[in-house]
């Protein structure tokens, strides 16, 4: 399998706290995707970081790419109960079915108020 | 604003029984998608279409068929099928970034499928 992996597999913290969630993946990407899964639904984009990039924010998300380790990172800051649910990184390659997006397992995040 | 239309939501074979799981993007996109999750897995690529009047195997093909019978609707057929295909299973849509690559990615609620 070329799947990717994330770390940690679960992660619980109290609600107004951080959340860092890595991504390590295998192959040369064009750009890395963070998705997010509430239970029982299907999953929602978060964000797309390209291969020449290094940070990106979106709210109270950051990304970080480090294509030298072949790594990333979320951030989610002051985190809420609402942010409860798995995410998942993709990696996404370049054209044709190496565009296709190779999904990590996840991380489970459980936000407490 | 629909996005990604998936039917049905629950379906319960026995082995051996065929089925289509339908699905249905409004938003434009040319590349379709079929996904299965399974606990631990994460997602596996099953069949992809990157434009109409294409199909392609994916991860794990094996046991399933594919249709794009337009731009809007991508099918994913089990002809027989059986306990190991009980799973969720998610239809996907997107648009292509400039670089050929793949953009965001945009889901179905998933159709959960048991095979007793």
């Known amino acids: 399998s070329q799947q990717g992996e994330e770390d940690p597999q679960a992660l619980s913290i109290q609600e107004g706290e951080n959340a860092t969630m890595n991504c390590s993946y295998k192959?040369?990407?064009?750009?890395l995707q963070w998705y997010r899964q509430n239970s029982g639904r299907g999953l929602v984009h978060l964000i797309l970081?390209?291969?020449?990039?290094r940070e990106k924010h979106s709210g109270r998300l950051r990304v970080t790419l480090d294509t030298s380790k072949k790594s990333s990172s979320l951030l989610i800051t002051a985190s809420r109960a609402a942010d409860t649910a798995s995410y998942f990184c993709?990696?996404?390659?370049?054209?044709?079915?190496?565009?296709?997006?190779?999904f990590g397992k996840g991380t489970k995040l459980s936000v407490k108020p | 604003n629909a996005g990604v239309t998936q039917t049905p939501k629950f379906q319960v074979l026995k082995t051996g029984q065929s089925m289509t799981l339908q699905c249905a993007q409004d938003?434009?996109?040319?590349?379709m998608y079929w996904y299965r999750q399974d606990p631990g897995m994460g997602l596996r690529l099953i069949y992809y279409?990157?434009?109409?009047?294409?199909?392609d195997k994916g991860e794990v093909p094996n046991g399933y068929n594919v249709s794009r019978l337009n731009k809007r609707e991508f099918s994913l057929r089990l002809e027989s099928a059986a306990p190991s295909q009980t799973s969720v299973y998610f239809c996907?849509?997107?648009?292509?970034?400039?670089?050929?690559?793949?953009?965001?990615?945009?889901f179905g609620d998933g159709t959960r499928l048991s095979i007793l």
């Open positions: 970081i390209r291969s020449n990039e």
């Open positions: 996907a849509s997107s648009a292509l970034t400039g670089a050929g690559s793949q953009g965001a990615q945009h």
């Open positions: 279409s990157a434009s109409e009047g294409t199909t």
């Open positions: 192959t040369s990407i064009n750009n």
């Open positions: 938003m434009n996109h040319n590349s």
């Open positions: 993709a990696e996404g390659g370049y054209g044709g079915s190496q565009g296709n997006l190779i």
